[in-house]
């Protein structure tokens, strides 16, 4: 099983980037998908997750800003990064959990103020 994340880049402070994640090798659809981020010196945390359209969850640092959603296609997540803040930048990784933890090679984002 692979995760494959993508869409990172550079965006400046009040911006919006749109990151993508999709699974291959899985038959199953993978139960909850979600983010993660580490930023330079310090350790990985927790961004968002979802199991379903009616229930995602988000950390308190972005709630209000990012948006996670599921593609039509299996075993696919999004985030939509919206008015981005110069602490957003991080590698964002992306995780899935099927019976264990599955995760991506991650993504840089760097926000410019």
């Known amino acids: 099983v692979q995760l494959q994340a993508s869409g990172g880049g550079v965006v400046q402070a009040g911006g919006s980037l749109t990151l993508s994640c999709s699974a291959s090798g899985m038959i199953r659809s993978l139960r909850v998908m979600g983010w993660y981020r580490q930023a330079p010196g310090k350790q990985r945390e927790w961004v968002a997750t979802?199991?379903?359209?009616?229930?995602?969850r988000y950390a308190d640092s972005v709630k209000g800003r990012f948006i996670i959603s599921r593609g039509n296609a299996r075993n696919t997540v999004y985030l939509q990064m919206n008015t981005v803040k110069p602490e957003d930048t991080a590698v964002y990784y992306c995780q899935g959990v099927l019976g264990r933890d599955y995760w991506g090679q991650g993504t840089q984002v760097t926000v410019s103020s």
């Open positions: 979802m199991t379903n359209a009616r229930d995602k």
